[in-house]
């Protein structure tokens, strides 16, 4: 979802000489492929996009597979960047790297001064060695890599499936199945009670963007609204956009996560980017996307 985010942005502002790979094209895990990539194409600039990422469930159930495997990527990636000199490297972390029981909005500086959310824990502690990785190569070698922290995502290419998926792709997806079946209830995991922050995908592709041309300090960015919303209230909101008359069920035998997790992107802001999708928007987008090709999920 963001790797093509990202090659749409690059593809509007003109630019011609992109280089991307699939996974089943270049396994990152595996450091000989890369290092022969690397080799081989001499890239300029790099977006490591690049994770084995999922919702609640999956970073819970997978928990070796999600650090194991985020680590070889990251750090084969990395590395790999340093020994072939490329000029600009942009690591994209997570917001589920700072602390479950954070001030908010969460600042940068709160990094690493708590404990974590314990059901994305091997997740997160993949994406801040990944994020200081950069760090020590900047401070060591000089290496221009930056990092960023996103909030959560949604948009073109997401993952729908209702076990793996993030909170805002499986309800487009219980909605959806519950119009088009005309179900009488949707379930929804948890209290409703937390509080979470969406980016639409296309957003971010610009922010990096943005970041890679004009950003190059040694400080990790957040990346986010800055507005925040319960799941419940979610709910609702994807409920009258898709206009389903019927009732919402909450699971509370499913975790809730983080209370809340809300970024403050006071320091993008400065920079002079901000967000230019609403949640409203988006979603809407996103449902006319499905609504006309449901190909990007089964409907069972």
């Not at 809407?284 to 609504?291: H, L, P, Q, R, T």
Request: glycine share 6%; net charge negative; aromatic share 10%.
């Amino acid at each position: 979802m963001v790797g093509s985010a990202i090659v749409r942005k690059l593809n509007r502002s003109g630019y011609n000489n992109i280089i991307v790979r699939t996974s089943k094209e270049l396994d990152l895990r595996n450091q000989n492929e890369v290092n022969d990539f690397f080799q081989a194409e001499k890239p300029d600039h790099v977006f490591l996009a690049a994770a084995k990422v999922g919702g609640i469930v999956a970073n819970n159930t997978y928990r070796a597979d999600f650090l194991y495997e985020n680590l070889m990527i990251q750090s084969n990636v990395i590395k790999a960047a340093h020994d072939n000199d490329v000029q600009k490297l942009m690591f994209l972390g997570s917001s589920c790297i700072y602390p479950k029981m954070c001030p908010q909005p969460i600042k940068e500086e709160y990094l690493l001064t708590g404990p974590l959310e314990i059901t994305n824990e091997p997740y997160a502690i993949a994406k801040i060695a990944g994020l200081k990785m950069c760090e020590t190569f900047r401070s060591q070698y000089g290496s221009k890599f930056i990092s960023v922290m996103p909030t959560n995502l949604y948009g073109p290419n997401d993952n729908y499936d209702l076990n793996n998926s993030h909170v805002l792709p499986a309800l487009i997806r219980k909605f959806y199945e519950a119009v088009k079946q005309n179900h009488p209830t949707v379930e929804i995991w948890g209290s409703g009670k937390p509080m979470r922050e969406f980016l639409h995908v296309d957003d971010l592709a610009d922010a990096c963007f943005f970041l890679m041309m004009n950003y190059d300090g040694t400080e990790a960015l957040n990346i986010g609204t800055g507005t925040d919303l319960s799941i419940l209230d979610l709910a609702h909101l994807i409920k009258k956009i898709s206009a389903y008359s019927g009732e919402l069920v909450f699971d509370s035998t499913k975790p809730d996560g983080t209370p809340r997790k809300l970024l403050d992107v006071g320091k993008l802001h400065q920079l002079g980017w901000k967000h230019s999708i609403s949640l409203e928007e988006g979603i809407k987008m996103v449902w006319d996307e499905v609504s006309h090709d449901d190909s990007v999920f089964s409907v069972s």
